[in-house]
Each structure stands twice: as C-alpha cells, then as structure tokens.
C-alpha cells in the first residue's frame, strides 16, 4: 500500500509545476467527518460500503513538505472527482445515518500529516470501485484475481464467497451459503480483496476467509494465507 507513484510525482511537480499547487482544492474546516483513525496501513468498511483506506510509510521532511505534498494530493484528489461524480446511493434522498461517513465528493482526503519521518494518510471512498479507480491505487492492485477491492451485501454475494470456506472469530466454521440464501442477507455486508491488506470495519465481525490472521484484540484481520482477504459484518 505504498505510494511510491505519489512520491516520485511529487518530487518532480515540485521542479517543474510548483506554480499549480496554489491551485489546489481544500475541504471546508467545518466539514466533520465520521472516519476511521487506524494506526497501521489497513481497510476500513462503513455500513454504507464507503471505504477508508490507511497508508502509513516513510517521508523524508528534509526531502519533501508535507504542506506541498498534501496540496499535491489534494489537487489529484479533486481532479478524479471532477471526472467521477459522487451519486448517493438512496434513491430518495434520505440522510445518512449518524454511524455512517458524510461526504459529498466520491474521493476525501481524511489525514495527512507526517510524525516522525512517517506519513499518515487516509482517503474516504464512497465506493470500492472509486478506491480501484482511484488512479494511484493502481499500483497496489495485484489484479491476478481480478476483481481488487469489493463490497456489497450477501443478497449480491460474488461466487468467490460461495466457494470460500469461512470460520468465525471463535475459530469455528461457519456455514455462508445458509446466511447468503437467508432472508436477512441484505443485512450482513462484505469487503473482498485479491491484494494483501488488514481490515476493519462496523458492527460485529461475523466471519473472515479461513486462512485469514484474525486479530481478537484489534478486532481485524489480515490476508494471512488466504487467497482472498475477505471479511463479513453485521
């Protein structure tokens, strides 16, 4: 999940188009967002399938300003929303819920800010399908199984869940295919990844991919040995 891209990029906007950065869209201070605070690089599901993904790598202050590179981001940002405009996903305008992120853009950059030579940054998606279009995280899609980031509800469930075994946090299997074909499917969300990453998200975790590192404490799991990282909640 390391943005090198960005950095290199960025390094040589500053030579040739420092002049741009002014330009740079910023969120309204007053803009509070509901969002995820991670404290390593990680997924983040929301009850409404937005996604907030956590980098955390190194940055070389002496090298780079973090000021000018969030402008940088922040231009990058607001460019991709002008090509991908964000549509609510209710039909008839209800607001979101209390639990559930606030956004108008389908891309918000949520943090970033250096401490201790380290980068932390977050980006809020409105969708899966804007993190995988979101044009640097190209490089940290593996595509070898085709599909990157996923979500959605068991009523929509991909074949790849049907054909995954799944235990619960206890350890224990679980039976999917009984919760897909349930009339409270609608109900129980997933996030899918064909890429090595740790994930998160709200409510109850009721089942990951077996092979997946499940973490009790931290209420998360990794890809481990698993093919798919796969994560369901209630």
Known sequence: MINKRRLACFSLALLLILGLLCGCVRKDDTEKLNTFGGTKDSFYLFTDLAVQDVTIENFETKKYDVKEYQGFLEEEIAEYNRTHAYTPKSADGAPHSPDEPHYSESVTLVRCEVLNEKLFQSLLYATAADYNSF?????VLSRKNGSGLVTGTLADAPDVLRKTSFVTPNGTSVDL?????????AEYRFMLAD??????????????ANGMEFSKENNCAGIGKAK???????
């Not at 890429?195 to 009721?206: A, L, P, R």
């Open 135 to 139: 044009p640097d995280n190209q490089i």
């Open 177 to 185: 295919e009984s919760i897909i074909t349930s009339q409270k499917a």
């Open 195 to 208: 890429f090595s990453c740790v994930m998160y998200g709200d409510g109850e975790i009721i089942a990951y």
């Open 228 to 234: 798919y990282a796969i994560m369901i909640f209630h």
